[in-house]
Each structure stands twice: as C-alpha cells, then as structure tokens.
C-alpha cells in the first residue's frame, strides 16, 4: 500500500491504530453541485452549503486544493473567502488573474497570501462579460491551532451589479493531513 500516507511495510500487522492513522489522513473532497448566485450586493457573502469539508483536526497541517468556476461581469468581481477554524499558520496562493482583467487569458497571479493566525483567506478575482466563466486555483498549505471546526468556501460581489455573480456547479475543494 505504497499510497497511504502512513504505508505499510512488508509483514506488518494490519492494527486499529494503523487503520485509523491512514483514515485521519485521507483526502476530503466537497465538490459543488448546482450553480450559486448572488445579485446586486457588495456586503452579503453566501456560503456555499456543498464546499464544506466538516471536520479539520487541532494541531494538524493539511494540503490544501482547489478549482472554484465563477461567471461575473466586469464590474462586479467575485470576492472569495476560505474560511477557516482558528489556524496558527498558512500559505495560499490564489493562481487568479486579479481584478482589472479584459479578457479570459490574462497573466496568473502567483503570490502566496500569507494568511497565518486568520480565520478567512479572502481574494477578488475579475470578471470579464456575464456569461464567461472563469476558473481560481487556490491552493497551499495550513497549519492548524488548538482549534478544530470545518473549512469552507463562501462568496459575493466586490461591486454591487445588477448583473449576477455566479459561483458555478464543478468547482470543488480538496484538503489532505500531512501531519
């Protein structure tokens, strides 16, 4: 079982503490099932209710994976938040194109975003035309505190637009203990 984050050695003995470490250190997915829209509101935030990975675990380091489609206009941007239990440290980067984008191939921005005693990571990602969709690739790596809880994707409009701001059906989330 060379896969399993904790493998097994030849002849070793299949035991609970064994079958229980390598549950622990499964990777999570939460996938989103139907499209989620907000409209003209630059305060509100929806949380998504199928991007939630429910229990992340105090005092462990996990992976962090994502791929959130999203359709807004060019005025409105979509502002997302990764939300978080209490961490005690964290690194992200948003592979995004920002904002001010005037197309759907732009440059990537790859800066990390240290988000370390935070509890939501949050970057605006633009929009070009209603009815293009455009993809973020949040990923990286966090840290947890004596805090336990879920981690969860929520969103809304930089820009308050009567035009909708869509989070799309497909995006999904991934995270995996490391330690």
Known sequence: ???????MVQNQDFRAEFFNTSIDNMRSVAY???????????????ESTDLVIPDLVANAEYI??????????AT????????????????IAPW??????????????QQGLDAATFQVVQFIAGGVAAGTIMSVRPAGW??????SG?????????????TSTILKQGSWIAITRVE
């Open 150 to 162: 879920p981690l969860s994707i929520e969103f809304g409009q930089n820009v308050a637009s009567t």
């Open 32 to 46: 989103q099932t139907a499209d989620v829209s907000i409209v003209n509101d630059a305060i509100t935030f929806i």
């Open 142 to 147: 966090l840290r947890m505190s004596t805090s």
């Open 1 to 7: 079982m060379p896969n399993l984050l904790v493998p």
């Open 76 to 91: 409105a941007d979509i502002v997302i938040n990764i939300k978080l239990p209490f961490i005690g440290a964290a690194m």
């Open 64 to 73: 962090f994976e994502s791929c959130l489609f999203y359709d807004t206009n």
């Open 96 to 109: 995004y194109s920002g904002t001010a984008i005037t197309g759907a191939v732009n440059n990537i921005n």
